[in-house]
């Protein structure tokens, strides 16, 4: 993965929030640290899970994608969820976005002492509701309990196992100009969501969290035996951020249409005000598809089929760029590039 940056500063540079933001220093960080000391060719393929060989087991019955997140949200309690239910669908969805059915969830709690058992039972109560509307148990589990100001009351880390039928092949990499770009709804719900909480803002109408679980929606797009060539869930760094990784793993470029992009009037009205663009704002119920152009209209039809994908759009095409650029064509017929995000937004929304 080329960045065109400055290389990391091993020796005297130190992690700030922009590192975990889904940005351009997230992926610099992942390559020249985390790849360089824990590299292999699962890791490498840089998807949201690794496809796994096991010895002894029948390829022929598909092979086991895993995939893990750890969980910081800030509040604990949202509208439209909480850190629980967010730890379960946010690991669903990593392993869904892979083309495989999530079988089992583990979980690490990590606990501040003096953190409330009343919240802490609310917590868990949601993560096993989620869980069970899923069809997903958590099955293992971890709980470590760190001294008094020392943590901010409780994270929550989730592994998801699933398996990925035999056929099916998606990943970032796969891309190739000519593909449509669909996404399942509005964009910025979750994000605009925490923000509106967390600051005490009102608007005109409540804005609520987008968090579900997407492996139904998943099973349904893969169901109309489309030519996918990739699936994300857009949540760090939004949807700016997924095309970019997506540029970058399969060395293309990427083009959107401003006037295509479902976005909810009261989030592009809350965005306007603060000054934040949507497009990066982090997402937690939606579903990016990449499939071949001639596919487009019956994945779009698959999409909106759903209750989860009732207001999918197909909002761009992937290009021929060497720059692997993201750009979008303008309501007012220009066009724009969207960079990487540099700083983190809305730190501790997922």
Not at 227 to 245: Q, S, V, W, Y
Not at 304 to 326: E, K, M, Q, T, Y
Request: glycine share 12%; net charge negative; proline share 5%.
């Amino acid at each position: 993965m080329t960045l065109s940056l400055h290389k990391l500063d091993l020796r005297d540079g130190v992690v700030d929030l922009s590192h975990g933001a889904g940005s351009r220093a997230t992926a610099q960080l992942i390559a020249e640290l985390f790849f360089r000391h824990l590299g292999n060719p699962y890791l490498g393929r840089g998807d949201d899970g690794a496809v796994l060989p096991l010895p002894g087991f029948d390829p022929t019955r598909g092979r086991i994608v895993v995939a893990t997140d750890a969980h910081v949200v800030t509040p604990l309690f949202f509208a439209g969820g909480d850190i629980g239910s967010l730890s379960v669908h946010g690991t669903i969805n990593d392993v869904a976005v892979m083309g495989a059915q999530p079988l089992y969830l583990t979980a690490s709690f990590i606990l501040e002492e003096g953190f409330p058992l009343a919240d802490l039972d609310r917590i868990v109560a949601s993560m096993g509701k989620a869980a069970r509307e899923a069809g997903v148990p958590v099955v293992a589990g971890d709980t470590k309990v760190v001294e008094r100001g020392k943590g901010d009351g409780v994270y929550i880390a989730t592994t998801g196992v699933g398996i990925l039928p035999t056929g099916v092949e998606l990943g970032g990499a796969r891309a190739r100009p000519g593909d449509a770009l669909l996404v399942s709804g509005t964009l910025g719900d979750h994000g605009v969501a925490i923000l509106s909480q967390r600051e005490n803002l009102s608007f005109s109408a409540p804005i609520v969290s987008d968090s579900a679980a997407l492996h139904t929606l998943v099973a349904q797009v893969l169901a109309t035996g489309a030519d996918i060539r990739c699936l994300r869930d857009p949540t760090r760094g939004g949807l700016a951020g997924t095309l970019h990784e997506i540029a970058q793993q399969s060395n293309v470029g990427i083009t959107l249409r401003e006037s295509a992009l479902p976005i909810h009037p009261v989030v592009a009205g809350a965005c306007e005000l603060l000054g934040i663009d949507p497009l990066y704002i982090a997402n937690e119920g939606k579903l990016v598809v990449v499939c071949a152009a001639q596919d487009a209209a019956r994945v779009l039809a698959a999409l909106r089929a759903h209750p989860l994908g009732s207001n999918a759009a197909l909002i761009g095409i992937v290009v021929d760029d060497p720059h692997r650029f993201v750009q979008v064509d303008t309501a007012m017929g220009g066009r724009r590039i969207v960079d990487w995000l540099s700083a983190d937004q809305l730190p501790r929304i997922c």
